[in-house]
């Protein structure tokens, strides 16, 4: 009954190698989200989609970059990982609109950069 | 811009108990949206409640309520009857009503629930 996927659940990569992080949704939502989450913290909010208009958070690197074919299906790319990009990160949806603001999230993708 | 507040990092009850947990916020916005999120360890992030800010009454689902104080933005969550699945981080966030669904988190409290 998975709403919301991420693959793979763990990943590992070597310092600056090119790694892809996926999600797709069964939700029909519009608007996808990715998050950054490091240890014991709050998820940090990395870009979003209104459908396929791509929104940037001014503070995120442009090491990390995103696409999304469809509807249902994001990619969230990290050009050259480094060591400090280790963390979980998020996809998450949702509806647009006041009244439809709940996201939903994936279980997440843990990333780690040897 | 919205501000969230935490001030318990670490918190633990017995299971069966009641514990509350502290939000505080900051916003300049006359209509918002106030929500509690849990991150149980390795599962994901699922809503908890949520509350309408222009609603005065107290939104409540289940064993979960909250205490929300428009004047002194605050936003306290209530778990009655603990039990060993209540056991996550339980991030406070904040949304503005009409420019879009971004959320600003609280920088979370760990709940843990001993048996």
């Known amino acids: 009954d998975a709403m919301v996927i991420q693959n793979p659940r763990y990943q590992v990569t070597q310092f600056g190698k090119p790694v892809t992080l996926s999600c797709s949704q069964t939700?029909?939502?519009?608007?996808m989200y990715w998050y950054q989450q490091k240890s014991s913290q709050a998820p940090k909010l990395l870009f979003h989609?209104?459908?396929?208009?791509?929104?940037n958070e001014a503070d995120t690197p442009d090491n990390f970059q995103s696409r999304r074919p469809n509807t249902s299906f994001c990619f969230l790319d990290i050009r050259s990982p480094g060591l400090g990009d280790a963390a979980m990160y998020l996809c998450a949806t949702s509806e647009e609109g006041p009244g439809k603001n709940i996201q939903y999230f994936g279980a997440g993708t843990r990333l780690s950069v040897l | 811009a919205q501000t969230v507040t935490q001030s318990q990092p670490e918190m633990s009850v017995q299971e069966a108990e009641t514990v509350t947990l502290s939000c505080t916020y900051d916003t300049s916005e006359s209509n918002y949206y106030l929500f509690w999120y849990k991150q149980p360890p390795s599962r994901q992030m699922i809503l908890v409640i949520r509350?309408?800010?222009?609603?005065?009454q107290n939104a409540t689902e289940n064993r979960f309520s909250v205490n929300f104080q428009k004047a002194a933005k605050s936003f306290s969550l209530k778990i009655s009857d603990s039990q060993l699945g209540d056991t996550a981080m339980y991030f406070c966030?904040?949304?503005?009503?009409?420019?879009?669904?971004?959320?600003?988190f609280g920088g979370g409290t760990r709940l843990m629930v001993k048996p």
């Open positions: 939700l029909n939502h519009n608007v």
């Open positions: 966030a904040a949304s503005r009503y009409n420019a879009g669904n971004m959320l600003t």
């Open positions: 509350q309408e800010a222009y609603k005065q």
């Open positions: 989609y209104y459908d396929k208009d791509f929104n």
